[in-house]
């Protein structure tokens, strides 16, 4: 994964809409840290392989940057992003890592199931 690419996203994020489209999305702070250090509250949450169908997306700030899609009935909205996969053709693949390299968010998005 490289450091995102704005103009190089966006394109990606064009491409895909207005057809069906498999979404894979994950937030976590650390759900397993509270194994080590009972003070931290864990959070987590995770959805994939729903179909989705955006007529408009787009992808903003100056990075982290966050990603919102407008779909018919509500929106897709990711904060946190960092880096994507760049050598995918078929796929968007983006997580956003912390300072210390770990995966704090994950927005992905392909016409093929994960």
Do not use: C
Not at 56 to 75: D, T
């Amino acid at each position: 994964m490289q450091l995102i690419n704005q103009e190089d996203v966006q394109r990606r994020i064009d491409n895909l809409k207005d057809q069906e489209v498999y979404i894979h999305l994950e937030m976590t702070t650390g759900a397993y840290a509270a194994h080590f250090d009972s003070s931290k509250h864990p959070a987590a949450n995770f959805i994939t392989n729903a179909v989705i169908r955006f007529s408009h997306g787009s992808i903003s700030g100056n990075g982290p940057y966050r990603v919102g899609l407008k779909m018919g009935q509500g929106w897709v909205y990711s904060e946190g992003l960092t880096h994507y996969e760049e050598t995918e053709t078929e796929r968007l693949i983006m997580a956003g890592h912390d300072s210390q390299g770990k995966l704090i968010v994950s927005l992905q998005l392909s016409r093929q199931p994960f």
